[in-house]
């Protein structure tokens, strides 16, 4: 009977559970915006994953069709492409346009800062002449000297491709062409 008094006589929180609970929602909140990060964050990182699966893509279909792959990025535009070599020659003699595998479209194009990619810049890549070339053994490779077009060459240490803002890499690994996203 005790408890039925005690409970009819209580109108609202007490101090203590009041602080309490402001303290839980401010510990989840604070754990929910370190998981989630601000949606410009998360939209950068999702764009390096999705650069970063793309080249792995143009060495996988490099190796299996056994002519030279290469995606080519536009800084200007902030844009990149994948393409297939018209034949096994080095230097290639022509470049074609490719099916995109998530849409089954052609070109195999991407356009940042638009649609999805709203916000998210092609900053800089390392590649001679914006470009990574994948030979039909999947070694990587980019434009010598800097003078395009030249006869590509295997790249050395690693190289990168970097997205603003924020600076979020895609790394590719000379002699294998791992790529990573750090």
Same mark, same amino acid.
């Given at each position: 009977?005790?408890?039925? #008094? ?12 009041? %602080?309490?609970?402001?303290?839980? %929602?401010?510990?989840? !909140? ?22 970063? &699966? ?16 290469? %995606? ?5 535009? #902030? &844009? ?5 070599? &018209? #034949? ?15 849409? #089954?479209? &052609? ?31 999947? %070694? ?13 060459? !295997? ?24 790529? !990573?996203?750090?």
């Amino acid at each position: 009977m005790w408890l039925v #008094n005690h409970i009819a006589r209580q109108k609202g929180f007490t101090l203590i559970e009041f %602080v309490i609970v402001i303290l839980i %929602v401010a510990i989840l !909140s604070a754990a929910a915006y370190e998981l989630l990060g601000d949606s410009t964050t998360t939209k950068v990182y999702g764009t390096a994953r999705k650069i970063q &699966s793309d080249i792995t893509y143009a060495q996988e279909q490099a190796m299996t069709h056994r002519v030279h792959y290469r %995606v080519q990025f536009t800084t200007a535009t #902030n &844009s990149y492409t994948v393409q297939a070599c &018209s #034949n096994q020659n080095t230097p290639c003699p022509g470049w074609s346009s490719i099916l995109d595998p998530s849409t #089954n479209a &052609s070109p195999f194009a991407i356009a940042l800062n638009t649609g999805s990619y709203t916000s998210v810049l092609l900053f800089s890549t390392t590649f001679g002449c914006d470009y990574l070339e994948f030979n039909s053994a999947g %070694v990587p490779m980019e434009g010598s000297a800097g003078v395009c077009p030249t006869p590509p060459v !295997s790249i050395t240490g690693f190289k990168t491709v970097t997205l603003n803002p924020g600076g979020r890499t895609v790394t590719v690994v000379a002699g294998t062409g791992k790529t !990573s996203v750090p």
